[in-house]
């Protein structure tokens, strides 16, 4: 299995931040990486896919790079709505894994 | 908008077998995969699987064949079962779908809790 490993595992910010969440994979996934955003009674919602596309209705304030092993999702400027839990995901190959979560609170 | 419903008891006794519906709208239920992952309480997110519209299946081994998944396509509905289950599957259960080939999990249910206890 593929292990992804996001850090930090939380982070405090204040709206107007800059805030940057890293994933490594253990082996190569090309771009096959996605990030998704959770918050807490609601569904989870992807915010990128294939490592740095915008899915469809996200503010572009969200922006994600890398390729291989090591990938980043970055907030250019925290927006009270964006306090939330993001995981990594890879889709290279089955089983699918996920990151264990970085939480970004309140600061 | 895609919105997926996942629906069943919110309390399994341990050995039984715990079922669950997710029920899809507002989009045509062909063309995809849809899936199951979990999230124990306090613990990061498992791939429990998924269905293509034609049957085919792909699970997670670490359910070591535990795990079963149906689809009805008349009723745009898919179904998860896991069989002999312990206090280890409590866990909030999410259905989703996936857009196929590239495996991008684009839409998720709000999730059911699922407490395995007697």
């Known amino acids: 299995d593929i292990q992804m490993t996001q850090s930090p595992s939380s982070l405090s910010a204040s709206a107007g931040d800059r805030v940057t969440i890293t994933c490594r994979a253990s082996q190569s996934i090309d771009s096959y990486l996605n990030w998704y955003q959770h918050k807490p009674g609601q569904a989870p919602k992807l915010l990128i896919y294939?490592?740095?596309s915008l899915q469809s209705g996200v503010p572009s304030r969200f922006s994600g790079s890398g390729s291989g092993t090591d990938f980043t999702l970055t907030i250019s400027s925290l927006q009270p709505e964006d306090f939330a839990t993001y995981y990594c995901?890879?889709?290279?190959?089955?089983?699918?894994?996920f990151g264990g979560g970085t939480k970004v609170e309140i600061k | 908008q895609v919105q997926l419903q996942e629906s069943g008891p919110g309390l399994v006794k341990p050995s039984e077998t715990l079922s669950l519906t997710c029920t899809v709208s507002g989009d045509s239920f062909s063309s995809y995969y849809w899936g199951w992952i979990r999230q124990p309480p306090g613990k990061g997110l498992e791939w429990i699987g998924y269905i293509y519209n034609s049957g085919s299946t792909n699970y997670n081994p670490s359910l070591k064949s535990r795990a079963t998944m149906s689809v009805d396509t008349s009723k745009n509905k898919f179904s998860l079962k896991v069989s002999s289950v312990s206090a280890a599957d409590t866990a909030v259960y999410y259905c989703?779908?996936?857009?196929?080939?590239?495996?991008?999990?684009?839409?998720w249910g709000q999730g059911i809790l699922v407490t395995v206890s007697s």
């Open positions: 995901q890879q889709s290279s190959s089955t089983p699918l894994t």
């Open positions: 989703a779908r996936l857009t196929s080939g590239s495996l991008i999990l684009d839409y």
């Open positions: 294939a490592a740095s």
